[in-house]
């Protein structure tokens, strides 16, 4: 699988390749790309805006059929796929990150819960390489610190409870700084994972 065209860091963790990447979402050749979605399904702003209208107007369908498929909204925390229009990716997994609030409604349980949610879908539709933004630290306000690490934490929990036919994440991210912090929140998280995995021997 190619990677965009900006710098990267990768880590493993249990047998699967985490890697931060700065670069265009829309492009990636991942079996899917995560949608930072609002909970209604309809084409916003942002990557969201971006990932429409790179996949074209079959998507604008498949957000409808999911939507009614859900009963009228995506709660927060949760995902849902559909197919991803004129995109290389093969599925996109939307998912809708918390708006944040001041950090005491319960941000973190459902930013990590959004990235959770997507990676469980991924793994029940069998695929094996995901690309995802940096969820709700956009228009939704998430410190970008906090989002990163929160981000990686979640990752870092789904697959030690069971990679399943994962085999890559990747961490598509728009500019310097978010790139800067996800590395930060990377090394941290790969430290306190390398701690553990010596502890368990």
């Known amino acids: 699988m190619g990677l965009s065209e900006g710098p990267q860091m990768a880590a493993v963790w249990n047998g699967v390749r985490v890697v931060i990447t700065q670069g265009d979402i829309t492009r990636q050749d991942t079996d899917a ?57 093969r599925r996109i997994i939307h998912t809708a990150g918390p708006i944040w609030g001041g950090g005491g409604h319960g941000e973190a349980e459902l930013l990590r819960s959004s990235y959770r949610a997507s990676l469980r879908v991924a793994k029940e539709e069998g695929l094996a390489s995901v690309a995802f933004p940096a969820i709700s630290a956009g228009i939704y306000g998430y410190p970008l610190a906090e989002a990163a690490r929160e981000a990686l934490m979640a990752v870092r929990a789904e697959l030690r409870e069971s990679p399943g036919s994962l085999r890559e994440i990747r961490f598509v991210l728009f500019n310097a700084q978010t790139m800067e912090e996800f590395g930060l929140a990377l090394r941290e998280v790969d430290a306190a994972e390398r701690l553990d995995d010596s502890s368990d021997r």
């Open 33 to 89: 790309i995560v949608n930072a979605a609002n909970t209604a399904l309809a084409p916003g702003s942002g990557v969201d805006g971006a990932i429409q209208a790179a996949a074209g107007p079959e998507l604008l369908r498949e957000r409808e059929e999911a939507r009614r498929r859900l009963g009228g909204s995506l709660a927060t925390g949760t995902a849902v796929a559909t197919g991803a229009g004129k995109l290389s990716a």
